[in-house]
């Protein structure tokens, strides 16, 4: 069975310091995808990341990196100098297979910035 | 493009009561899923529709039953409703065939049951 865990349920930093937000999942699958997606309080999930499981590399897009470790089985999330419009909840998914199959979601990481 | 929509935005219904949610898939995708977002949990599969027929099932009973139409659209029914199933339920759209693997979610229903 699939599970992702998100053990910090919330952070709170001052603007422009940096954050990291923890992902651990579980899987039996051998190909599996990693996902971030980003929850403002509109509600709708807007999709940061995809990662497959061949693809240990990490990846950096503007202020957001992500480092990803299938030896630890975690998909961490960091946001450097961190802004008031980055505060949202954050969940990280799991999908085994096709990758756009069933999400497996953790639960959330509420991220305040203070300004 | 068009995002994925959702119908209605808010809703409340009284338990016993059966409820219809709506989706719109986005532009050019032929998958849909719908997802049960408690408050402060996050969201739990439901059911996923490609082709009109059901493609795989989350740990839900048999009330929540779904549609899917010829043009994508889909439709998430609740029969006999209960308080906890108060939530936000989410609609993700998808194209099976291409390798994209990205779900696009709508803003979702908040359903509340009293």
């Known amino acids: 069975a699939q599970k992702v865990t998100q053990a910090q349920t919330e952070i709170s930093v001052v603007e422009k310091e940096d954050v990291t937000l923890d992902c651990v999942y579980e899987?039996?699958?051998?190909?599996?995808?990693l996902f971030w997606y980003k929850q403002p309080p509109s509600g709708e999930l807007v999709f940061l990341i995809r990662r497959n499981s061949f693809d240990e590399q990490n990846e950096i897009s503007g202020r957001y990196s992500w480092n990803f470790q299938k030896s630890t089985s975690s998909f961490n999330f960091t946001i450097t100098a961190s802004q008031v419009v980055d505060s949202a909840v954050y969940f990280c998914a799991l999908s085994e297979a096709r990758g756009n199959e069933k999400l497996t979601f953790g639960t959330g990481t509420r991220l305040t910035i203070i300004p | 493009e068009t995002g994925v929509t959702q119908s209605p935005t808010h809703l409340i219904k009284t338990r016993g009561q059966q409820v219809t949610l709506r989706c719109s898939s986005q532009?050019?995708?032929?998958?849909v899923s719908w997802y049960q977002q408690a408050l402060g949990q996050g969201p739990q599969f439901i059911f996923q529709y490609y082709r009109e027929e059901e493609n795989g099932r989350g740990n839900f009973p048999p009330r929540f039953s779904g549609l899917q139409f010829p043009n994508y659209s889909s439709e998430l029914n609740v029969n006999a409703l209960e308080l906890d199933d108060s939530a936000l339920y989410l609609c993700?759209?998808?194209?099976?065939?291409?390798?994209?693997?990205?779900?696009?979610f709508g803003p979702g229903t908040r359903l509340t049951v009293t």
């Open positions: 532009s050019g995708h032929n998958t």
């Open positions: 993700a759209s998808s194209h099976w065939d291409v390798p994209s693997y990205e779900q696009y």
């Open positions: 899987t039996r699958d051998t190909t599996y995808y």
